[in-house]
């Protein structure tokens, strides 16, 4: 995807919760830098992911250390063609029961 980053800490790190607040701070100042360099130019707005998958075996496609990516997006984007799909069945509201069962995870 034209435009995708990578942004890293310069420490290995596996959790993302092991990341420092001023690495935190750092990481995100780069990532709206990255944003505002992109938008209107590669995208009309920005996607950005951090995937934590710990089930998943180490490969070219995956790596054990915190990386977050940007992706440039705009409205009928190649990713949204492929995926865009898909949302309306993955992203529905919960059950009352569901978000009983959330809501006591997080006290």
Do not use: C
Request: net charge negative; no cysteine; charged share 35%.
């Amino acid at each position: 995807m034209p435009g995708h980053f990578l942004v890293t800490p310069k420490r290995h790190i596996e959790a993302p919760w092991d990341l420092t607040k001023d690495e935190l701070s750092d990481i995100f100042d780069l990532i709206f830098f990255i944003e505002k360099k992109l938008i209107g130019k590669l995208g009309d707005g920005m996607d950005i992911r951090q995937n934590y998958r710990p089930f998943l075996a180490q490969s070219n496609l995956k790596v054990d250390h915190v990386h977050f990516h940007v992706y440039p997006r705009y409205k009928d984007d190649y990713l949204h063609k492929v995926s865009g799909k898909f949302e309306d069945d993955l992203f529905t509201d919960l059950d009352q029961e569901e978000l009983d069962e959330v809501a006591k995870l997080l006290k």
